[in-house]
């Protein structure tokens, strides 16, 4: 298997470049992930490694450094020679947020990072166990109004995504309810199955199996359209809260000053496999959307999100 | 007849309230919150008090408690704290073979008498069985050698 | 009969060619990777997820769980022999298997873990088997009052983990609820104690002071030691392996024991192995009628965790597979291989892929039959292994430390905590503080404050939420049990002599 893998490099090569001198990559490329194995995000790297090695013919090797909110592994690749040959493949919250969620002005990711392009994005989903009584996304809100501090929200952890729509639809809603951090989408999912919190916003790639098998009722999703394998699910934005459109991405960066060269080569290689079907369907099984943006696109929806979601956690004073 | 005070134990059991008093001190910085709704200074400062007052119990306990002989080892602590130290720093930047070369070396200097042939031998086996282990099976994310 | 055709179903899938060879390829490269201190089932499934790119699902999982729990085992192996406890579970081993090896018998030690280890693994099996919807539902209905009373249970227990005097380890539990602290508090996000630094954002790792506490600390006091003997070890034969024949009926009760209590809290998720070998070891000395012995090479203290983690393992599949909610990281890695695989774990596994599901169970009984045929006879190669020349084995032990604690999460940094909990173990070892009592504190102390505190807000700041429930009700009565019970028998032994002198 393995031997035929390497037989079908120098082709694949020769096919790429169209016979030009080709210098990178040249030696095995490391993707560096913020999380530890079996998530999300490792899930995107380990897909595209496995793809991009068969573009490349070099190893594409994943590699887990966990800790701080994503930081770590993001001044790990910040101080990383910006070579091509050490990429962070990441999304909002390690990019974007963590300085500020955690005080710490180490990196900007304007200056510290090369954006690539992007990999995947997940939609996040209202969801309330059924109990609960509550059919639609109105009536928890009309509740949520009447009863200020009263409903309970699961987050998987202080200034997540999850919990920065929280802060938003809070603002949105004029009200408030009780916000009760959790380590993580699964202790939290526990206790929403068990009817002891009241609602969340969880990743669809998390929701959709409860979904699907009727423990958990979605409300609405946080995406900008509806969702094909959600019909009758309403969008945030249709229930007039256009600010609450939001995806968690994963992304492709390498640190500030990778060459241009490299970047166009991988975001042309990423846009060949999140268009191949057999990638798109992966990505579809777990309940993410591939999607491709070319690099000025992903820097402009960089741009939007940090607009955006940075503002909250400023005004809201959200911090670790 | 008593023994004579056992500083040695009685410092021990004060540092350990030194500890606790730090997390007193150190975990008042944080918001305490209520009883009903206890703010992430409230267990520091539990903790810490009880730890506190355990240390105090402790000097009683150990005051006068039977010697201990050899306690102090400079050389082995030094020499086992040099190899982790170099081969930490080692690591990541030179590769695993000299951090290994240089650790094995060193923390076999911890004991007498000095074995240098065997020590040799023994970084070189252990050098081998890491990169074929560590980098070849597992994949750690370090070179054999950096150039 | 339903439990029979998915039996057959499963027995399809475990008995082909392929699922019983990574079966045994899953239990050889964890019982390996058990053995090597630090590297962990962690590192190795998520190094094996690859490899499994090329098998069908059913196999690949099959494959990955071996090495879950071979590694377990593994674990208890370097633990007994060495003193180094490859996962925190094993750091329960250490206390009575070690001292086994120190008094010339590392053959009965390793011999009773394995059978200890099979018998929880086929305990939890039949679990599995017989109850998995059942307990599936008792894990969701588990709230934060619940898990702070079993919790708080666990750490009453603790007290009594020590050997000497028990105010020291007292003192050493609340220590390590105090090195718990350190990091981000999950319920309002601040950060404490962390000094600035960011690789303590996330705490303290777990296996740098685990590995520091026993493995460095005992390395270094053995150094210190001016004059050492030679280990002896009891032959090499079979029959010297084996327990003596008083030995046995309590030996089995205890096994029994462990694996029950095993199998109960490994399927809570979020509690795991390591809560559940503690939990067990300490009720064990709790009703054993010679205490005393516990720590000085019980072999009851081998039996009783190495049962309880082994049948917490398997236990914690019944959340995983049947929920979708993974207990731990190592659950996690095992449901993100299920989604790179293409199936949608969650509710409605055990249904929509009934060949992967039952296929998984069946090979578990495999997989520990394999294990046990795999390892009773390497119990002679592993004790050889203590005839290496002290002045060769302490530095390729050092070695193995080093790079095991850098390969969890990739943290040079964790290098020098291992350095600087090895040198804290050294002196708490020779000042006679006990290290286990420390790491269980340091395990079950955050989780206890998060629990507390979530069932306090939950509960809107009502303190009656602690009896609001059954099993939080129970656990807190069992608590004060345990804090009253040994007053108790000193009052009776009291009045008993009393009684006595009064009739003489």
Redesign the interface.
């Known amino acids: 298997m393995r031997f035929f893998k390497w037989l079908t490099v120098p082709f694949l090569l020769l096919c790429l470049t169209g016979g030009a001198q080709a210098a990178w990559p040249d030696k095995p490329v490391q993707l560096v992930v913020p999380y530890p194995p079996g998530g999300n995000v490792d899930f995107n790297a380990r897909i595209i490694a496995d793809r991009l090695e068969k573009e490349f013919g070099q190893p594409f090797v994943v590699e887990n450094r966990p800790g701080a909110g994503g930081m770590i592994a993001a001044s790990h690749v910040i101080n990383a020679k910006s070579d091509g040959y050490t990429l962070f493949v990441a999304p909002n919250g390690p990019v974007l947020f963590s300085p500020l969620l955690f005080r710490k002005d180490n990196y900007f990711w304007k200056d510290d990072f090369a954006p690539i392009g992007s990999i995947s994005f997940v939609p996040l989903v209202l969801q309330v166990n059924p109990e609960l009584g509550v059919d639609s996304a109105e009536a928890l809100f009309e509740k949520a109004k009447a009863n200020p501090g009263e409903l309970t929200m699961a987050s998987p952890g202080a200034g997540t995504q999850n919990h920065l729509i929280s802060e938003m639809m809070q603002r949105l809603l004029d009200t408030e309810w009780l916000t009760v951090q959790y380590a993580g989408n699964a202790p939290a999912t526990t206790d929403l199955l068990g009817g002891r919190v009241d609602f969340n916003f969880d990743q669809y790639t998390v929701a959709r199996q409860y979904i699907n098998s009727g423990k958990l009722k979605a409300l609405a999703v946080t995406s900008p359209e509806r969702l094909p394998s959600l019909p009758n699910v309403p969008t945030l934005k249709e229930l007039g809260y256009p600010d609450a459109v939001t995806e968690t991405f994963t992304g492709l960066f390498g640190p500030a000053g990778t060459p241009d060269e490299v970047v166009d080569k991988l975001n042309a290689a990423l846009e060949k496999i999140l268009n191949d079907p057999a990638v798109e369907e992966k990505f579809e099984t777990a309940g993410a959307d591939a999607r491709a943006m070319d690099v000025d696109e992903f820097k402009a929806f960089l741009n939007e999100q940090y607009e955006r979601w940075a503002t909250l956690i400023r005004e809201a004073d959200i911090h670790r | 007849m008593t023994r004579p005070i056992n500083w ?2 009685v410092g ?1 059991a004060a540092l ?1 309230g030194l ?2 008093a730090f ?1 007193v001190w ?2 008042s910085d ?2 305490m919150g ?7 200074g409230f ?2 400062v539990i ?2 008090a ?2 506190l007052l ?2 105090i ?2 000097v009683l ?1 150990v005051a006068h408690s039977e010697k ?1 002989k ?2 102090w ?1 400079p050389r ?2 030094l020499m ?2 040099a ?3 170099a ?2 720093a080692l ?2 930047r030179a590769g ?1 073979v000299p951090a ?1 070369l240089v ?2 070396i060193l ?2 200097l ?2 007498k008498p000095l ?1 240098p042939v ?2 040799a031998a ?2 070189v086996a ?1 050098s081998v069985l ?1 990169v074929v ?2 980098l070849y ?5 370090v070179a054999a050698i950096h150039w | 009969m339903d439990i029979l055709h998915n039996l057959a179903l499963g027995a399809g899938v475990a008995f082909s060619l392929h699922g019983l060879l990574f079966c045994f390829v899953g239990v050889l490269v964890g019982t390996f990777v058990g053995v090597l201190p630090g590297i962990g089932p962690l590192a190795a499934i998520s190094l094996a997820l690859p490899l499994t790119y090329y098998l069908s699902p059913p196999i690949a999982l099959i494959m990955l769980a071996g090495i879950f729990y071979g590694a377990q085992y593994g674990g208890s192996i370097a633990a007994i022999l060495l003193n180094l406890p490859g996962t925190a579970s094993a750091a329960v081993t250490c206390l009575d298997g070690n001292q086994l090896t120190k008094q010339g018998r590392p053959g009965v030690a390793l011999f009773t873990a394995a059978i200890a280890s099979f018998t929880g693994g086929i305990f939890a099996l039949v679990m599995v088997l017989g109850f998995t919807p059942m307990i599936a539902s008792f894990a969701t209905d588990f709230g934060a009052q619940d898990y702070f009373s079993i919790m708080l249970l666990g750490l009453v227990a603790a007290s009594t983990l020590s050997v000497g005097s028990p105010l020291k380890g007292m003192t050493m539990v609340v220590l390590g609820i105090a090195l718990g602290m350190v990091g981000i508090d999950d319920t309002s996000g601040a950060e404490r104690f962390t000094f600035g630094l960011l690789a303590l954002s996330d705490g303290v790792n777990l296996v740098a002071l685990a590995m520091g506490l026993f493995g460095v600390g005992e390395i270094l006091a053995n150094l210190g030691q001016t004059h050492r003997e030679p280990l002896k070890t009891d032959g090499l034969t079979f029959r010297s392996m084996l327990p003596r024949r008083e030995e046995w009926p309590g030996l089995w009760r205890t096994i029994l024991r462990g694996s029950g209590i095993g199998a109960f809290v490994g399927a809570l998720p979020g509690s795991g192995p390591a809560i559940a070998a503690f939990m067990s070891y300490a009720a064990e000395k709790k009703i054993s009628r010679n205490p005393e012995a516990f720590g000085k090479g019980e072999l009851r203290g081998v039996a009783s965790p190495e049962s309880a983690n082994n049948a917490a393992v398997q236990a914690a599949f019944i959340p995983t597979l049947s929920l979708g909610i993974p207990g731990d990281a190592v659950m996690a890695v095992l449901l993100g291989a299920m989604i790179l695989h293409g199936i949608t774990p969650g509710p409605m596994l055990v249904t929509s892929e009934p060949e992967m599901f039952w296929g998984l169970v069946v090979s578990f009984g495999i997989g520990n039959f394999m294990l046990l045929i795999l390892n009773l006879p390497l119990i002679r190669v592993w004790v050889r292994m203590l005839s290496i020349p002290y002045h060769v084995l302490y530095p390729a032990m050092l070695f193995f430390i080093c790079v095991g604690v850098y390969s969890v999460r990739n943290s040079v940094f964790d290098i020098y905590s291992t350095l600087i909990f090895g040198v804290i173990g050294y002196f708490l070892i020779r000042l006679r503080y006990p290290p286990a009592p420390l790491l269980l504190g340091f395990i079950l102390g955050p989780m206890m404050e998060v629990h507390f505190r979530r069932a306090l807000l939950l509960g809107r700041g009502d303190y009656t939420t602690f009896f609001d429930s059954v099993p939080s009700t129970v656990f807190l009565i069992l608590s004060a049990l345990f804090l009253l019970l040994p007053l108790w028998s000193t009052f009776r032994r009291r009045t008993a002599r009393l009684s006595k002198e009064g009739r003489d």
């Open positions: 040695l134990q021990a350990l500890v606790g997390f150190h975990g944080y918001p209520s009883l009903r709704r206890m703010g992430p267990f520091p903790v810490g009880v730890l355990f240390a119990l402790l306990e201990e050899d306690f080892i082995p602590i086992v704290s190899g982790f130290v081969f930490a690591l990541e695993l290994t650790m094995v923390v076999s911890a004991e074995r065997s020590a023994n970084a252990l890491g282990v560590f099976s597992f994949g750690i994310p």
